[in-house]
């Protein structure tokens, strides 16, 4: 199975049809994926708890009671994932901050032991107005990926000018995620690089 995770409150924008293109590709490719939109889940914003670390990095589990272990459980499980967001103020959309704030905080130091552990994760930012910022936010992205011990893959910019392109390669990147199959680890360290 093959998480791809949306975070933009319109349900027919760039971002969905990002979505869309990411599950055709993986489908094609005979895998299965599973599309989960952020902005229909219940994702609430990091309570900072106690002096700043609480039950995240003792127990790597949140004490808030919404859709974050069904999340942490699903990319456990996923051959690949996809994070795709709308690109806000440079920045991933603020669904997308919040989950990925909230996982980083209980994944990012169990290390090789992290739900997301030498995956290949697909980073789509979708910049619907100017395309200013695009490059900020999959650098945030990015960051976020090295943190909790994934392999950022693809990092993909979409905007209302190269929309079609995009997508089309989108299409391919999930595609090429299920052909060119999981990353090996190596003595339980991650190989960061790309297999030919
Ligand atoms: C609060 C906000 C901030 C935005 N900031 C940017 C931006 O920095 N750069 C950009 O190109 N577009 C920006 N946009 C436009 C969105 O990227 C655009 O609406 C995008 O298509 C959103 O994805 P959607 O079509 O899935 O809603 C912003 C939109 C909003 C609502």
Redesign the pocket.
Known sequence: MYAIITS?P?TD????ACGKAALRGIENSGGTGQIIDLCREKIESCLTCEDGWGECIRENRCVIDDCLPMLQETLKEAEGIFLIT?????QPSEHMKYFCDRFRRCEAFRKEKSSVAGKKINLVA?????????VSCLSELETWCRHVSAVPFERIGI?RYNRDQMLKFIEWAGADMVASGTLKNSGGSVIPLRPK
């Open positions: 933009s319109n924008g760039l971002t969905a709308p690109v806000y103020f440079g979708a910049a619907g107005g100017s395309g200013n910022g695009t905007t």
